[in-house]
């Protein structure tokens, strides 16, 4: 079986329009209209982490990976990215598409009747719309990283009709294998990103939260080695 969870605390997405596909969300520059989407490259800047407002109701800020500090707010029908003191209009709500998965309404949580859309091809042909739903309100999240866990039988004894007990001894490989002599430092965002998709699938086969950042830690580590190296320990 395989578990797959997507988490929004603390991740950070590409965040896709369903109508124009390969227009992704992003930022350019640090003039409050130095934003929209863009449809030739995948870029870092259309990295946006979702940081939970703190008060338990749904609603994130949303802040550029590359531009730190920076964050999509909306007046009314004006949207811009905005570095200055945090205000209710640099909050949003996402709402899942009923059979669409991963696809979400991106409400904004002080103009309530606000979503953003994108009515053009256009990088600028976006912004916040409060009139009817159309498809082009919808937007996908694809995380940063993804995780997943399989789980396999290995074996399996039916002794309901016995009457001893089976002793079993079953030992347990778990590593990792680096195949590349390039380091890369993980930044505070990408390790909160590399969690919260690991918190994900551990919580939904649960085995333990604590076992998303041992993994991290770990996979930081090795990320971080200039040498091709593999670690494994069997108990």
């Given at each position: 079986?395989?578990?797959?969870?997507?988490?929004?605390?603390?991740?950070?997405?590409?965040?896709?329009n369903?109508?124009y596909?390969?227009?992704?969300?992003?930022?350019?520059g640090?003039?409050?209209?130095?934003?929209?989407?863009?449809?030739?490259?995948l870029y870092?800047?259309?990295?946006?982490?979702?940081?939970?407002?703190?008060?338990?109701?749904?609603?994130?800020?949303?802040?550029?990976?590359?531009?730190?500090?920076?964050?999509l707010?909306?007046?009314?029908?004006?949207?811009?990215?905005y570095s200055?003191?945090?205000?209710?209009?640099?909050l949003?709500?996402?709402?899942?598409?009923?059979?669409?998965?991963?696809?979400?309404?991106?409400?904004?949580?002080?103009?309530k009747n606000?979503?953003?859309?994108?009515?053009?091809?256009?990088?600028?042909?976006?912004?916040?719309?409060s009139?009817?739903?159309?498809?082009?309100?919808?937007w996908?999240?694809?995380?940063?990283y993804?995780?997943?866990?399989?789980?396999?039988?290995v074996k399996?004894f039916?002794?309901?009709?016995?009457?001893?007990?089976i002793p079993?001894?079953?030992?347990v490989t778990?590593g990792?294998?680096?195949?590349?002599?390039t380091?890369?430092?993980?930044?505070?965002?990408?390790?909160?990103?590399?969690?919260?998709?690991?918190?994900?699938v551990?919580?939904?086969?649960?085995?333990?939260?604590?076992?998303?950042?041992?993994l991290?830690?770990t996979?930081e580590?090795?990320?971080?080695?200039?040498?091709e190296?593999?670690?494994?320990?069997?108990?």
């Amino acid at each position: 079986a395989t578990a797959t969870a997507l988490v929004l605390d603390d991740n950070s997405f590409t965040i896709s329009n369903y109508v124009y596909r390969q227009a992704r969300i992003a930022q350019w520059g640090k003039n409050g209209h130095d934003w929209g989407t863009f449809e030739r490259g995948l870029y870092k800047d259309q990295l946006w982490r979702l940081r939970p407002s703190g008060h338990n109701d749904g609603c994130y800020y949303m802040e550029n990976v590359v531009h730190k500090g920076y964050r999509l707010a909306a007046h009314g029908d004006n949207t811009f990215v905005y570095s200055g003191n945090y205000y209710a209009d640099q909050l949003w709500r996402f709402e899942e598409h009923s059979t669409r998965k991963n696809f979400f309404y991106i409400h904004n949580c002080h103009h309530k009747n606000h979503r953003l859309a994108k009515w053009g091809h256009g990088d600028g042909d976006v912004g916040t719309y409060s009139g009817p739903r159309y498809d082009d309100q919808l937007w996908e999240l694809s995380p940063q990283y993804s995780a997943k866990i399989i789980t396999a039988e290995v074996k399996s004894f039916d002794n309901r009709q016995g009457m001893f007990d089976i002793p079993i001894e079953v030992k347990v490989t778990k590593g990792f294998k680096k195949t590349s002599t390039t380091s890369t430092k993980m930044t505070t965002s990408s390790k909160l990103a590399m969690e919260a998709s690991l918190s994900g699938v551990v919580k939904a086969v649960n085995i333990g939260v604590t076992i998303s950042a041992e993994l991290t830690n770990t996979l930081e580590k090795y990320t971080s080695s200039t040498t091709e190296e593999s670690w494994t320990e069997t108990e």
